[in-house]
């Protein structure tokens, strides 16, 4: 079946260390894979994605990395800041299917 | 701001009554979605459009819940008889489909309804 889940509810980190958020999914026919973000009361924000056939990818203090030998998504966010205290969403797509499928997500706090 | 609207932001109704929400999609965009979701949870799959037809819908889209999107801009989404379990944000996005390229959803604020 389909299902991509999340292997922390929750995450606390450091203002200026950098933050890591796992993910697993098990539909190996997912051709691209995307991370939101969620702020209180806001509807989900488009961060990074990343195809199927790459296994990195850069953008502005995020990495998202893909292990596809083990079913593993992970977002990396240099430096964090207070503004990233948010609940991050991994979701999965495939090209012959318009629906995102969203892991339950993860909440990164950030200390002092 | 040419993001996605949705409108009300929060409704809040009576067993039994019927409510609709309304979704205005980035304007270039003919892909539209609704999507539900609870508290705690990542939003789930309801239906989508491409531009006025409704090409998918999801086994959560009881009969209760239609949705329209009559000129294949906004859409409305409706439930009749809302019952204490139709409480949840409904959210809106919308895509358009760039070729070979990753198709990248968009999503609006949200209406948060409550059903008492």
């Known amino acids: 079946g389909e299902s991509v889940g999340l292997h922390l509810p929750t995450l606390s980190v450091q203002e200026g260390d950098n933050s890591i958020i796992n993910c697993a999914y098990s539909?190996?026919?997912?051709?691209?894979f995307i991370w939101y973000k969620q702020e209180s009361g806001k509807g989900p924000q488009f961060i990074i994605d990343?195809?199927?056939?790459?296994d990195k990818r850069q953008g502005q203090r995020v990495t998202v990395l893909l292990n596809k030998t083990v079913k593993h998504l992970s977002l990396q966010i240099a430096a964090t800041q207070p503004g990233d205290s948010a609940v991050y969403f991994c979701a999965e797509n495939r090209s012959s299917a318009s629906k995102i499928i969203f892991g339950s997500g993860t909440r990164l706090s950030i200390r002092p | 701001d040419t993001g996605v609207s949705q409108d009300p932001r929060h409704k809040i109704t009576k067993r039994g009554q019927n409510v609709t929400f309304r979704c205005d999609p980035i304007?270039?965009?003919?892909?539209l979605y609704w999507y539900r979701q609870t508290l705690g949870q990542g939003p789930e799959f309801l239906t989508y459009?491409?531009?006025?037809?409704?090409?998918?819908k999801s086994r959560l889209l009881s009969d209760r819940f239609s949705a329209e999107r009559p000129k294949g801009s906004f859409s409305t989404l409706e439930i009749q008889r809302t019952e204490q379990g139709d409480s949840a944000m409904y959210l809106c996005?919308?895509?358009?489909?760039?070729?070979?390229?990753?198709?990248?959803?968009?999503f609006g604020p949200g209406t948060r309804l409550l059903v008492l």
């Open positions: 996005a919308s895509s358009y489909p760039p070729g070979l390229a990753i198709e990248t959803q968009y």
């Open positions: 304007s270039e965009h003919n892909r």
């Open positions: 539909n190996s026919a997912s051709d691209y």
């Open positions: 459009f491409q531009n006025e037809a409704q090409l998918e």
């Open positions: 990343i195809r199927s056939n790459m």
